[in-house]
């Protein structure tokens, strides 16, 4: 059974960055049918993606942020970390690590979903 | 603001038949499927639905759901104390491009 692990500071100030670790267990991140990625839900709120990778490298990220956000992999260690530049208080929330399978395309549309789930990580931004 | 639009609340009794519904528009809707996600109180988000209408093993099949044009819709049959969650839809949207969610809608079960 896989498992999605977050690490990382749960306490970061104004203007600094946001580390975050996602450690994979029970499965190989260089499995090539899947992204990997991350989405936060501030207090109280909904879900925002943040962007997510693919093993050999390949990015997306969410366009809204301003660039503020890069995904990366290590395959060596299994796993995926996130970074968050220039944070505010607005960036406090839980942040998930996520697996989506690669879309899949036919003639009639594609499909993808968040299959698994970390159990989330709280990172509170300070002023 | 969320790029999908979910009614912020529902409600039901004990073994009624709920639905909760997701609107979009065709950059998203067009071409990609929809996926549901229920929260618990307190935990992470589970993927309940995908494909628009399948269920992964281990979801009962009080869930359901379906899609038409720009809309979706769950449905919850025999409902459960259990069932009180927030449930979101979610898709990928090519304008962005990237993974859009409705707000959530917070099922209640009285």
């Known amino acids: 059974q896989m498992q999605l692990q977050e690490s990382g500071p749960g306490l970061v100030k104004a203007s600094e960055t946001l580390s975050l670790t996602c450690t994979v267990l029970?499965?190989?991140?260089?499995?090539?049918?899947?992204?990997w990625g991350w989405i936060r839900q501030a207090p109280g709120k909904g879900l925002e993606w943040l962007g997510d990778i693919y093993y050999a490298g390949i990015t997306q990220d969410n366009a809204s942020l301003k660039s503020r956000v890069t995904v990366s992999v290590d395959t060596s260690k299994n796993q995926i970390h996130l970074k968050m530049t220039s944070v505010t208080v607005a960036d406090t929330a839980v942040y998930y690590c996520?697996?989506?399978?690669?879309?899949?395309?036919?003639?009639?549309?594609?499909?993808?979903?968040?299959?698994?789930w970390g159990q989330g990580t709280l990172v509170t931004v300070s002023s | 603001q969320s790029v999908l639009t979910q009614a912020p609340s529902a409600s039901g009794t004990p073994g009624q038949w709920v639905t909760i519904s997701c609107s979009g528009s065709?950059?998203?809707?067009?071409?990609?499927?929809i996926s549901w996600y229920q929260q618990l109180p307190g935990t992470a988000p589970k993927l309940l639905i995908y494909?628009?209408?399948q269920r992964p093993s281990g979801v009962p099949d009080r869930f359901s759901a379906s899609k038409s044009g720009t809309s979706a819709s769950l449905a919850i049959s025999g409902l459960q104390s259990e069932d009180e969650a927030d449930y979101y839809c979610?898709?990928?949207?090519?304008?962005?491009?990237?993974?859009?969610f409705g707000g959530g809608t917070k099922l209640t079960v009285l």
């Open positions: 029970g499965a190989s991140i260089r499995y090539s049918e899947y992204y």
């Open positions: 979610a898709t990928w949207d090519d304008s962005l491009p990237g993974w859009v």
């Open positions: 494909n628009d209408n």
């Open positions: 996520t697996r989506r399978p690669v879309q899949k395309c036919t003639g009639s549309g594609c499909t993808t979903y968040l299959d698994q």
């Open positions: 065709g950059s998203n809707f067009g071409f990609y499927a």
